[in-house]
């Protein structure tokens, strides 16, 4: 997935896997707030202009910290469910979960982008994208989603759609690597391309 385009089946099984671990890797981080935080603009601020990759990192997790945090204490009880289902390969359990956070909290974006990985793992590609949309309505600045995108439209083979998604986390996030690595591997594709842009 990292290193370039390797067709449908071996590229969708990279990225599934490097989503699912992005979920089960950071829901440790559980804080104090939603996106509405009134720290998220400076911690974005700091890591537009963050000095190195590990000062970025600590403020990358703060800002996921602050998202993963629910309006209410039951939500982060459910995400501990939802990831102890997503670890046993139980998604459709997870998903259902995600569904009810964001049916009982519809103003809670990261709901909406639990949500959308889920339906990504089940193969349910459409039905992802228009859960991010909803995410990025809540959360413009959510680089996660906007990479979720962009791994969406690299399944569909809707490249020029993944690159600008891709370029578009970088904006918010300029030390993501993975979006760095899959636009670099994206204009190598579409040179090779007819009517290349």
Same mark, same amino acid.
């Given at each position: 997935?990292?290193?370039?385009?390797?067709g449908?089946?071996?590229?969708?099984?990279?990225?599934?896997?490097?989503?699912?671990?992005?979920?089960?890797?950071?829901?440790?981080?559980?804080?104090?707030?939603?996106?509405?935080?009134?720290l998220?603009?400076?911690?974005?601020?700091?890591?537009?202009?963050?000095?190195?990759r590990?000062?970025?990192?600590?403020?990358?997790?703060?800002?996921?910290?602050?998202?993963?945090?629910?309006?209410?204490?039951?939500?982060?009880?459910?995400?501990? %469910?939802?990831?102890?289902?997503?670890?046993?390969?139980?998604?459709?359990?997870?998903?259902?979960?995600?569904?009810?956070?964001?049916?009982?909290?519809?103003?809670?974006?990261?709901?909406?982008? %639990?949500?959308?990985?889920?339906?990504?793992?089940?193969?349910?590609?459409?039905?992802?994208?228009?859960?991010?949309?909803?995410?990025?309505?809540?959360?413009?600045?959510?680089?996660?989603?906007?990479?979720?995108?962009?791994?969406?439209?690299?399944?569909?083979?809707?490249?020029? %759609?993944?690159?600008?998604a891709?370029?578009?986390?970088?904006?918010?996030?300029?030390?993501?690597?993975s979006?760095?690595?899959?636009?670099?591997?994206?204009?190598?594709?579409?040179?090779?391309?007819?009517?290349?842009?």
């Amino acid at each position: 997935m990292r290193r370039g385009y390797l067709g449908k089946n071996s590229t969708t099984t990279a990225i599934s896997s490097g989503v699912l671990w992005l979920v089960l890797g950071t829901w440790h981080c559980l804080s104090f707030g939603d996106q509405n935080d009134a720290l998220l603009p400076h911690l974005f601020d700091e890591l537009i202009h963050a000095s190195n990759r590990l000062d970025a990192h600590q403020v990358e997790q703060q800002i996921w910290s602050i998202w993963y945090t629910g309006p209410d204490p039951e939500v982060d009880k459910w995400f501990d %469910q939802a990831k102890t289902a997503a670890s046993s390969g139980d998604l459709f359990s997870a998903l259902e979960i995600f569904q009810h956070v964001t049916s009982k909290y519809p103003n809670y974006a990261e709901g909406w982008n %639990q949500q959308a990985i889920m339906l990504y793992l089940i193969g349910d590609i459409e039905g992802s994208l228009e859960t991010i949309a909803k995410t990025l309505e809540l959360e413009p600045r959510h680089f996660g989603a906007l990479a979720g995108s962009g791994q969406c439209y690299l399944h569909l083979e809707l490249f020029e %759609q993944a690159l600008g998604a891709f370029e578009a986390a970088l904006v918010v996030n300029p030390w993501m690597q993975s979006a760095r690595q899959h636009i670099e591997m994206l204009h190598t594709l579409l040179r090779q391309r007819p009517n290349s842009i």
